[in-house]
C-alpha cells in the first residue's frame, strides 16, 4: 500500500475518505455496476470505483444534476472544462480539493493512466453538450472517448503496478475497447426513447430512429455481438482478481443483446430493455464459478 493509502498519515486518511467517496456515489447510481465491482479483489474493485466515480460526475454535468439546477449550456461546458483541468492538475500533482477528482487521480498515479486516456473521454462528454446532430463520422470518436477508454482504464486498475509481455498486453487492450464498444452500443439502443425523445441525440445518424426497422435493429446487433465476441476471447488473460467480475460484465451485456434482438425496433422508444435481477444472479454466479461467457 502507497503512503497515499495509509489511514495513519493526513493523507492518507484524506485519500482513503475519498475513495469512500466514489464508492458511495457508485452504489447511489448504479446497482449493477455496483453488484459485479464486488466481485472483484479489493484492492482493485477500490480502483474501479475511483474510475467510474469520475465518469459519473462527468456525466451529470452533462445530463443531469447540473441541468436540473438551471445552468445554462455554456456554464455546463465551463464546469466540464473545469472539471478536466482538475483532474489533469490532480494526476500530476497528487492531490485535490475535490475528493472523487483526488481518488481518481491517486488511482490514475497508482496505476499509469494518462491524460491520453482522459482527454478522449472529455472530448466525448463535451460533444454531448453540442445540440448539433451527429454525424456517422462522429460516432466512432464519441464512442471511443466515452466507452473504449474506461474499458482501457479499467484494465490499467487490473494489473496496477504489473509488467505485461506486450503481446499480452496488445491482447487485453483489444480486448477492453471492444467490451467498451459493446456496452456503449447496447447502451444506446436501451436508451434510444430517452436519447432521442428527451435528449434529441442520435448515436444512430444513418437512420431514424422513429423509423428503425428490425432490419437495422439486426444489423446494429451483428456489430456489438461481434465486439463481444473479441472481448470474449482476451477474459482468460485476465487476472483471476479481475476474471468473474468482466465475465459477468460481458455475460450481461450478452444477455441484454440476446433480448434487444427479441424486441421489435418500434418498441426501443417506448420501453428499456432490461435484464431481471433473478437472472443477473444466474450470470454473476456463474461467473463466479469460472463459466465462460
Not at 91 to 109: C, D, K, L
Not at 147 to 152: F, I, Q, R
Amino acid at each position: 500500500m502507497s503512503d497515499r493509502r495509509r489511514t495513519n498519515t493526513t493523507l492518507g486518511l484524506y485519500t482513503s475518505t475519498a475513495s469512500d467517496a466514489s464508492g458511495t456515489v457508485i452504489r447511489r447510481y448504479s446497482t449493477s455496476f455496483g453488484a459485479a465491482a464486488r466481485m472483484l479483489e479489493p484492492g482493485i474493485r477500490r480502483r474501479i470505483r475511483d474510475i467510474y466515480a469520475l465518469v459519473r460526475i462527468a456525466d451529470e454535468i452533462v445530463d443531469g444534476a447540473a441541468a436540473e439546477a438551471g445552468l445554462a449550456a455554456d456554464e455546463l461546458l465551463d464546469i466540464l472544462d473545469e472539471l478536466e483541468r482538475e483532474t489533469e492538475t490532480a494526476m500530476r500533482r497528487g492531490y485535490s480539493a475535490n475528493i472523487v477528482v483526488h481518488a481518481f487521480a491517486v488511482t490514475a498515479r497508482e496505476c499509469g493512466i494518462e491524460p491520453s486516456l482522459t482527454r478522449p473521454f472529455f472530448a466525448s462528454m463535451r460533444r454531448d453538450l453540442d445540440d448539433s446532430p451527429f454525424t456517422a463520422e462522429e460516432i466512432g470518436p464519441y464512442i471511443h472517448g466515452s466507452a473504449e477508454v474506461v474499458g482501457l482504464m479499467c484494465l490499467r486498475a487490473f494489473f496496477a503496478g504489473e509488467t505485461i509481455e506486450p503481446a499480452r498486453r496488445a491482447a487485453l487492450d483489444e480486448g477492453a475497447i471492444h467490451l467498451g464498444a459493446a456496452f456503449q452500443k447496447v447502451n444506446f439502443l436501451r436508451d434510444a426513447a430517452v436519447d432521442y425523445r428527451t435528449l434529441g441525440r442520435n448515436y444512430f445518424p444513418w437512420l431514424d430512429p422513429t423509423r428503425m426497422t428490425d432490419v437495422e435493429k439486426h444489423a446494429i446487433l451483428d456489430d456489438i455481438d461481434a465486439d463481444l465476441r473479441i472481448a470474449a476471447d482476451s477474459l482468460p488473460l485476465l487476472p483471476r482478481s479481475a476474471r468473474p467480475a468482466v465475465t459477468a460484465a460481458h455475460g450481461l451485456f450478452r444477455r441484454l443483446s440476446t433480448k434487444l434482438r427479441k424486441t421489435p425496433a418500434a418498441e426501443l422508444l417506448t420501453r428499456r430493455v432490461r435484464v431481471p435481477d433473478s437472472e443477473k444472479l444466474i450470470i454473476a454466479a456463474r461467473s463466479a464459478l469460472g463459466g465462460r461467457p
